[in-house]
């Protein structure tokens, strides 16, 4: 594999594993400055980082799960380190996608170079962004994945996601790579569009909710319908868990 420039002085991998592959799930992994945004996953193909450190956006396992054996000091978040220190059993899907991960060391920072964690929680508590001020530029782990994602996991937070994509916004980067994306393309309008696409669902399942539809209902006038990721996760990774998100809010 091999490293290729993507602009702005910024490199990127794109990971996946042969059960990702069939799946049709990968990541990227970003290489700025001699540092690494994110490690990749445990069951990718081993990688030459040639990086001074890896920096993790989250401590999910397709973010962290490489760091283990690239031999570099790793950086997160306190609530990152604690939960990569000690990983919970994860559920078959994700073994067989990813792969599961290894206990892991990681030094607590707020900024390590030109890049600052800024807290981005959403799916995941500990999610943050990496941050280079001077160049206007944000790696931005999960918190895009599209316009309209449409999916939902265990510990999604609608209220804090749109938190968070304001706080990003209010930053007006220049540019914008996300992790299963890849750059986005003009950011202020994608995460602006992403914001406004997740108020209007959030309306119309409220509406839904105060007409007396179950979220089996709503997700059938939302979507149309179950993801096929919700059958693969057993229900982990769904549609239906988003609509609950979105009826539940107030």
């Given at each position: 594999m091999?490293?290729?420039?993507?602009?702005?002085?910024?490199?990127?991998?794109?990971?996946?594993?042969?059960?990702?592959?069939?799946v049709g799930y990968g990541v990227y992994v970003y290489r700025y400055r001699g540092l690494l945004v994110d490690t990749?996953?445990?069951k990718a193909r081993p990688f030459a980082p040639e990086a001074e450190a890896a920096l993790l956006t989250h401590?999910?396992?397709?973010?962290?799960?490489?760091?283990?054996?690239?031999?570099l000091p790793v950086y997160g978040s306190a609530?990152?380190?604690?939960l990569v220190a000690a990983p919970k059993p994860l559920r078959l899907y994700r073994r067989l996608v990813w792969g599961s991960p290894r206990p892991l060391r990681v030094e607590v920072a707020?900024?390590?170079?030109?890049?600052?964690?800024?807290p981005t929680p959403d799916h995941a508590p500990d999610h943050a962004a990496?941050?280079?001020?001077?160049?206007?530029l944000l790696f931005g782990g999960d918190l895009f994945l599209g316009v309209k994602?449409?999916?939902?996991?265990?510990?999604?937070?609608?209220?804090?996601?749109?938190?968070?994509?304001?706080?990003?916004?209010?930053?007006?980067?220049?540019?914008?790579?996300?992790?299963h994306a890849g750059p986005v393309e003009a950011p202020l309008k994608a995460l602006q569009a992403k914001r406004d696409f997740l108020e209007?669902?959030?309306?119309?399942?409220?509406?839904?909710?105060?007409?007396g539809l179950t979220p089996e209902e709503a997700l059938k006038r939302l979507f149309g319908g179950e993801s096929p990721p919700a059958y693969l996760s057993g229900g982990e990774m769904s549609r239906l868990a988003f609509v609950k998100a979105l009826m539940m809010e107030e």
């Amino acid at each position: 594999m091999v490293w290729g420039p993507i602009g702005d002085g910024v490199e990127a991998l794109y990971l996946t594993t042969p059960v990702g592959r069939w799946v049709g799930y990968g990541v990227y992994v970003y290489r700025y400055r001699g540092l690494l945004v994110d490690t990749g996953p445990p069951k990718a193909r081993p990688f030459a980082p040639e990086a001074e450190a890896a920096l993790l956006t989250h401590a999910r396992e397709d973010h962290a799960g490489g760091a283990f054996r690239l031999g570099l000091p790793v950086y997160g978040s306190a609530l990152t380190a604690a939960l990569v220190a000690a990983p919970k059993p994860l559920r078959l899907y994700r073994r067989l996608v990813w792969g599961s991960p290894r206990p892991l060391r990681v030094e607590v920072a707020e900024r390590v170079g030109p890049l600052y964690f800024l807290p981005t929680p959403d799916h995941a508590p500990d999610h943050a962004a990496l941050y280079d001020p001077e160049a206007g530029l944000l790696f931005g782990g999960d918190l895009f994945l599209g316009v309209k994602a449409s999916l939902a996991t265990p510990g999604f937070d609608l209220p804090a996601l749109l938190e968070s994509l304001q706080r990003v916004l209010a930053l007006r980067p220049r540019a914008f790579y996300c992790a299963h994306a890849g750059p986005v393309e003009a950011p202020l309008k994608a995460l602006q569009a992403k914001r406004d696409f997740l108020e209007a669902k959030r309306e119309e399942a409220q509406r839904l909710r105060a007409q007396g539809l179950t979220p089996e209902e709503a997700l059938k006038r939302l979507f149309g319908g179950e993801s096929p990721p919700a059958y693969l996760s057993g229900g982990e990774m769904s549609r239906l868990a988003f609509v609950k998100a979105l009826m539940m809010e107030e």
